[in-house]
């Protein structure tokens, strides 16, 4: 009788799954590791900077951590995925200017502002997952 009520409880704990707040934050950490995964195998295509054409992806990641991160509840869980989707969402905007500047410059001249602006967004992107996974692991 003990050793079952151990198994029952061993096996709830560590196989049962993420905690109910935790459910839509994994949703949304694997599918921010489908669409990285995917952009990633489009970027090593390209060699370079973002196209327009891979804007259409990025909204599409931006977009689904969106309307995922609006299925979180848990109020310091929902807050963290939101902010990671506004983020998400800057950066995305921020792909077109990026690079006109980029286009626009001369070689051999200093890297564009924007450059260093949209790896400070990415990072910041990096934290806000990190923080879901470490808080939901």
Do not use: H
């Amino acid at each position: 009788m003990v050793v079952a009520l151990i198994a029952l409880v061993v096996s709830r704990t560590f196989f049962s799954g993420p905690s109910e707040e935790c459910r839509p934050v994994a949703d949304l950490l694997a599918f921010n590791a489908e669409q990285t995964e995917r952009i990633t195998s489009r970027l090593s295509e390209n060699e370079g900077l973002p196209t327009a054409t891979d804007d259409i992806a990025y909204q599409a990641w931006a977009d689904g951590l969106a309307e995922r991160a609006q299925r979180v509840t848990s109020p310091e869980l929902a807050k963290t995925s939101t902010d990671l989707a506004i983020l998400a969402d800057e950066f995305v905007r921020g792909l077109p200017e990026l690079r006109a500047k980029a286009e626009s410059q001369a070689p051999g001249a200093p890297t564009p502002p924007e450059m260093y602006q949209m790896e400070a967004t990415n990072a910041r992107v990096s934290d806000k997952l990190a923080e879901l996974s470490a808080a939901c692991s």
